[in-house]
């Protein structure tokens, strides 16, 4: 008989817990960066979080010994199913100790869900849209861990094969030490590039320079990632959602943007400093000095993240991501970046991979999302 039992959250105080078990459960290791509680929290309310308006989901938490012992949330995106045929349950925020009774119990608890919605697979570890964190690591254990990727155990992926999950999809991640100097050919190459196609790095004063070109950002990473089975375009919703929170912290010096001569965006990319120190230093909180160490990290580091990336198909393939890349090389010269470390980007996906090429970029991160088809429903 299983002592195992699952509860579904139901309470502000049941979804604090389930927001902070992962904290307990790796407040011991030097990897682990935690999210920000209160954005984790809003996630799951629907004024914050625009994915609620086409998608239902649940959190549970698993209790062994009258001990909080895991955790799993449990998705369907509506939108997913309509615009791409796509019919699955997805799980993720899933945690759990060392126990394969506890990871088989909330396994089991996203099959029944599933049944219980009469659809045949799950997939995970994912969150409701493409911008949310997805994929269980496999690689990289000993990597501190980004405010993007998701950490877990070595024994995570164990516990989930040994149940039956298969790998449906898996990211690479990569670390790219910037050199002292570029080579004066890519130099040339990047002045070539520009004149031939008529191109230009726009330079930006202050942040509200920035916020004209957001909707054509959205508009390039819709039109970069479109080709790929996965993904489902940005809504409405979601624009408005991302502008007003995420926009504001980014810091104009880390973004690039270059037009044509008509002044159209045609490609974009935005690196930050690396804040997961910060946050290790914080516990997840702003208040009362989590902005101290967040402020600290934004104006001295030698780590940043590379987050978004968007290029026009009919500028793939044709030098522009040499040109991005030495205005990202010139700003963390001047911020004193020494690494760069990439977000996670489909193994598949080699159009992007590209870009790290000529840098001797080393892969020292790997996730994937597990599934399983559900028989007998």
């Not at 078990?21 to 004024?47: G, Q, R, T």
């Not at 690039?256 to 914080?282: G, H, W």
């Amino acid at each position: 008989m299983s002592t195992v039992s699952i509860i579904e959250v139901k309470t502000p105080g049941q979804l604090k817990q389930f927001v902070r078990f992962p904290m307990d459960l790796y407040k011991n290791n030097p990897y682990y960066v935690p999210s920000f509680i209160n954005d984790e929290i809003n996630i799951w309310n629907a004024d914050e979080n625009p994915a609620l308006q086409y998608s239902e989901a649940k959190q549970y938490l698993a209790y062994k010994n009258n001990k909080i012992v895991g955790r799993i949330a449990v998705l369907i995106n509506h939108k997913e199913e309509k615009e791409l045929g796509i019919r699955k349950v997805r799980f993720g925020w899933i945690d759990f100790i060392d126990d394969e009774e506890v990871s088989q119990a909330l396994i089991q608890k996203a099959i029944d869900y599933a049944k219980e919605k009469n659809i045949d697979k799950i997939e995970g570890p994912m969150g409701f849209t493409n911008l949310d964190k997805a994929g269980m690591l496999i690689k990289g254990f000993d990597q501190l861990a980004t405010m993007i990727g998701i950490y877990n155990h070595d024994y995570y992926p164990k516990h989930l094969e040994k149940l039956g999950l298969v790998k449906e999809k898996e990211w690479v991640e990569f670390e790219i030490k910037f050199p002292d100097s570029l080579p004066e050919k890519i130099h040339k190459f990047n002045q070539l590039i520009s004149e031939k196609y008529k191109l230009k790095v726009l330079r930006f004063k202050t942040k509200e320079e920035i916020l004209q070109y957001v909707d054509a950002m959205f508009d390039l990473l819709d039109e970069t990632y479109k080709h790929l089975s996965t993904y489902t375009p940005i809504s409405d919703e979601q624009r408005k959602t991302y502008k007003e929170k995420y926009f504001k912290l980014i810091d104009k010096d880390f973004i690039v943007c270059i037009a044509d001569e008509n002044n159209n965006l045609i490609s974009f990319a935005i690196t930050m400093p690396s804040y997961s120190r910060a946050l290790q230093k914080s516990g997840g909180k702003l208040l009362p000095f989590g902005w101290w160490h967040f402020l600290r990290a934004g104006k001295k580091n030698d780590r940043a993240n590379f987050y978004l990336i968007g290029i026009h198909p009919d500028y793939q393939r044709r030098g522009v991501t040499s040109i991005i890349f030495k205005e990202i090389f010139d700003t963390f010269k001047k911020k004193g970046v020494k690494t760069l470390e990439t977000n996670p980007e489909l193994e598949e996906n080699k159009s992007i991979q590209l870009l790290w090429q000529d840098y001797n970029p080393v892969n020292h991160k790997r996730r994937r999302t597990y599934s399983l088809e559900i028989n007998g429903k």
